[in-house]
């Protein structure tokens, strides 16, 4: 049965025009199902999701105080539509608050803040000794927009486009989605973390159990979370969107006590800032999948 969803799910988001790769495990019988598993993919902001967790690491060894002050100024801010990338003004917060910013409203200046605390080498190094080796931090969340600006200039329709043109060709004109540079994993890379997340299986137990905790805080309900309203679950999770790029990874528990972590990692093949179908292609997969793993 899971290779028939499996299968029903790789086949719904080809008639959409959407590539990618899905993995849905459940955390507690190991039992899974998925497609294209293995194959590196640019994460875009779920990469928020490892750099919060090595970003709480540090907190839980007492290396790293969540109440420190950190000032933002917007002059030397990052780009975004969310938090304090859309400040217009100065402002200070504490680190732990830059953790709930970047990790609810997917804030990218927040996640650029704290990369100045704990700078991409040290994050990769810290992934790399968890034995995560598919999950590949690489630059700052600001990256990914210079690199647009600098294929099409302040015309992000055009860097839609060239993006979209890329994906047929397999050549990249954007550097942050060519798997080769960009911050990557893979759906498989991604759940493994999910899992070990919610098992208490990597870092300390006060980061992973505040990693949880601030996942279940995320704003967006537009994708993985749209087919799993119900009042006997839970969803935790961390959308990733840039130019043709729609991923979601994240965790749905049951009041029955199932828990199945989930990735969708997806690439559209058309020129649409806004695609709803596709958002609302990652939650029916996410649906189908859970109720088929469910015990």
């Given at each position: ?11 719904a ?28 993919a ?67 200046s ?15 190094a ?28 302040n ?31 893979t ?9 070990r ?60 006590g ?30 189908r ?7």
């Open positions: 049965m899971s290779a028939e969803v499996a299968d029903g799910i790789a086949s988001w080809e008639a959409l025009g959407v590539r990618g790769s899905f993995l849905a495990r459940n955390i507690d019988t190991g039992e899974e199902l998925g497609f294209a598993v293995d194959v590196p640019p994460l875009a902001s779920v990469v928020k999701v490892p750099l919060a967790l090595v970003v709480l690491d540090r907190i839980a060894a007492g290396e790293l105080d969540p109440a420190r002050p950190v000032t933002y100024v917007p002059s030397a801010g990052s780009a975004g539509p969310t938090g304090l990338a859309a400040f217009r003004h100065p402002v200070t917060l504490a680190v732990g608050d830059l953790l709930l910013m970047m990790l609810s409203v997917s804030d990218n927040a996640a650029d803040l704290l990369l100045d605390l704990v700078p991409v080498p040290e994050v990769a810290r992934l790399h000794s968890w034995d995560c080796p598919d999950l590949r931090v690489r630059h700052r969340l600001h990256h990914m927009y210079a690199c647009a600006a600098g294929a099409a200039g015309d992000f329709s055009l860097a839609l486009e060239l993006a979209v043109r890329d994906e047929r060709t397999g050549r990249h004109t954007i550097e942050t989605l060519d798997p080769a540079h960009a911050s990557t994993g759906a498989r890379a991604l759940v493994s973390l999910l899992e997340v919610w098992r208490d299986e990597i870092s300390e137990p006060a980061a992973t159990a505040e990693l949880r905790r601030l996942m279940g805080l995320q704003v967006f309900a537009h994708r993985m979370v749209s087919e799993l309203r119900a009042d006997s679950l839970r969803f935790s999770g961390k959308t990733g969107s840039f130019l043709h790029l729609r991923h979601e990874i994240g965790v749905v528990e049951a009041d029955s199932d828990r199945v972590a989930l990735a969708a990692l997806t690439r559209a093949d058309r020129r649409a800032a806004l695609a709803p179908d596709i958002d609302l292609a990652i939650g029916a997969a996410a649906r999948a859970f109720e088929a793993l469910r015990k």
